[in-house]
């Protein structure tokens, strides 16, 4: 059964820092990775995607990683605003049945 | 960039009663999806739906829960006797292949 685990459940970092978020899963038979971001009572904006065939994907200050064969990902932040602030979520494809599973997502806050 | 829409944004309703959820997916998308989120919980899989037909369902899918593409453009999920616990936020998605997922802003179902 593929798990999808994101810690921490919340971070406060202040403005103007670097921050790395986490994600982990059980079953690396994965088709990709998405990382999604969402603000409170809004729906889920996707930020990056990560074939299974790629380690790495980029964009502005957002760089996603993927290491398949251990079951992690990470979303590195540079330079954090309070735009920023938000909950971030990770989801997995499963290649045997195209099933997408989220993980619980992380609750970002960055202090002005 | 093309989005999903979904409507209404907010739905009140009473228990037993019947509610449709409505999505347009965006329009060359192949493969649909409804999934709902519980306030402070997961993001959980619903269903999906591809080629006019019911491709996959969660055990939380069940004979209350029905989804239909009655014109080619819209997408709905109908729920037919309300319960207490199907309060949640209901996101509809859709993919043209299974990989990049495009969400919706999510409609806030409260069963009172």
């Known amino acids: 059964k593929q798990e999808v685990t994101q810690i921490p459940a919340a971070l406060s970092v202040p403005e103007g820092e670097n921050l790395v978020l986490n994600c982990s899963f059980t079953?690396?038979?994965?088709?990709?990775l998405q990382w999604f971001r969402q603000d409170p009572g809004k729906g889920l904006t996707s930020l990056l995607l990560i074939q299974s065939s790629q380690r790495e994907q980029t964009s502005g200050r957002l760089n996603a990683s993927l290491d398949k064969s251990s079951g992690r990902s990470t979303l590195y932040i540079a330079a954090s605003q309070p735009g920023d602030s938000a909950t971030y979520l990770c989801a997995v494809i499963r290649s045997r049945d195209d099933k997408i599973i989220f993980g619980k997502g992380t609750r970002l806050h960055i202090l002005p | 960039e093309p989005e999903v829409t979904q409507t209404p944004s907010h739905q009140v309703t009473q228990m037993g009663q019947e509610v449709i959820l409505r999505c347009v997916p965006i329009?060359?998308?192949?493969?649909f999806y409804w999934y709902r989120q519980i306030l402070g919980q997961k993001v959980e899989f619903l269903v999906s739906f591809y080629n006019n037909e019911i491709s996959e369902k969660s055990e939380i899918f069940d004979d209350q829960f029905s989804v239909e593409r009655p014109d080619g453009s819209n997408f709905t999920l109908k729920i037919r006797s309300t319960k207490l616990e199907d309060s949640a936020m209901y996101f509809c998605?859709?993919?043209?292949?299974?990989?990049?997922?495009?969400f919706g802003s999510g409609t806030q179902l409260s069963v009172l």
């Open positions: 998605a859709s993919t043209y292949r299974v990989e990049k997922l495009f």
């Open positions: 329009s060359n998308h192949l493969y």
């Open positions: 079953d690396s038979a994965i088709y990709n």
